[in-house]
């Protein structure tokens, strides 16, 4: 089971929603990344990695980082501050520079 969290920056008001468990995947038979999602338990059981959404806090951008690959960073800016969108919580807001993302607990999503 999966759970989202909403993020609002408290300066301009910008909205992230983030899943807490990525977007897990396998490598099919031509080499290719295939996501699994639940209700799909077959497809999960081949899974070998997650890539999981990130905030560029330096550029504003998101970046997907695959779980096997030690390197995090931004592919726009090559800055290497960036965070788990779903650990945004007080986090600094890159697009107005001024407010901090807060977890909005009035908002509840669950799959």
């Given at each position: 089971?999966?759970?989202?969290?909403?993020?609002?920056?408290?300066?301009?008001?910008?909205?992230?929603?983030?899943?807490?468990?990525g977007?897990?995947?396998?490598?099919?038979?031509?080499?290719?990344?295939?996501?699994?999602?639940?209700?799909?338990?077959?497809?999960?059981?081949?899974?070998?990695?997650?890539?999981?959404?990130?905030?560029?806090?330096?550029?504003?951008?998101?970046?997907?980082?695959?779980?096997?690959?030690?390197?995090?960073?931004?592919?726009?800016?090559?800055?290497?501050?960036?965070?788990?969108?779903?650990?945004?919580?007080?986090?600094?807001?890159p697009?107005?520079?001024?407010?901090?993302?807060?977890?909005?607990?009035?908002?509840?999503?669950?799959?």
């Amino acid at each position: 089971m999966a759970e989202c969290r909403r993020f609002v920056c408290s300066g301009c008001r910008r909205k992230i929603d983030a899943w807490s468990d990525g977007n897990p995947f396998y490598i099919d038979e031509t080499g290719k990344k295939k996501y699994a999602y639940h209700p799909d338990h077959e497809a999960l059981a081949k899974c070998i990695g997650n890539d999981v959404p990130h905030l560029c806090l330096n550029c504003g951008h998101d970046v997907v980082v695959d779980s096997r690959s030690s390197k995090r960073f931004c592919p726009d800016c090559d800055s290497d501050k960036v965070i788990q969108a779903f650990l945004l919580d007080q986090s600094a807001c890159p697009t107005c520079k001024n407010g901090k993302f807060v977890w909005d607990r009035s908002y509840q999503a669950i799959s």
